[in-house]
């Protein structure tokens, strides 16, 4: 079994969008850690969520941090409204911005904890410059776009590689996956080196939610 405390962020996406407020306190009474907030363009993505004035409206209520995963063509005109919103992670896709460590450094400056996201296709080593600069990665185990779809199983073996590279070179940065986790798969993810775990549908479909988290965190 898993030794390290591993984090669980369950994703609103799954949610009932009419109650989010209640959703988020849900995720705050089972005992999860983060509350995943997905945001989609309907551009990098094929499907529109929500944004910073929902972020807004939500802060108040939790003082779980807000785990944001900007899935849109340009994070950077995102940065100011959700560092206002009170976001405490702004996590934006590598293929989405050409100029990654300008946008870093924005994200920094505007007070927020800086991620980087990957899609499937993407290699691993395209982090290779930026992995030293952020405090998160988040490895996509699915094409986003849409919640409780079947993980992509080659997609955990980037874990263990970014597990080493941050070993290797001393970097700090949490290790997130996103994607078809379920309770019964949390397990690998993490002992492949995953140290957040986003769940949508597992979380939101179980029943008893603080049994999943705990199965979640790999107890
Ligand atoms: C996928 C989103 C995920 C999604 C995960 O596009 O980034 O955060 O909510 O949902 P599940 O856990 O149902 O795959
Ligand atoms: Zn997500």
Redesign the pocket.
Known sequence: MAQKNVLTAP?I??ADFGRLADAVQIIEEAGADWV?F?V?DGSF?P?LTFGAKTAADLRPITKLPLDC?L?VSNPWDYIDSFSGAGADYFTFHVEAATHSTRVIRQIRDAGMKPGL?LVPGTPVHLLDELAGDVDLILV??????????E?IPACLEKLKTLAQIREERGYHYLLSV?????TENALQAIEKGADVI??????FAAQDKAAAVRKLKGR
């Open positions: 994703s996406l799954s995943h997905d989609m993505v499907n995963h899935m996201a996509m185990l699915v094409n986003p776009g849409f919640g409780g779809q993980l996103d994607g078809g986790i379920t986003v769940a949508g549908s597992a979380f």
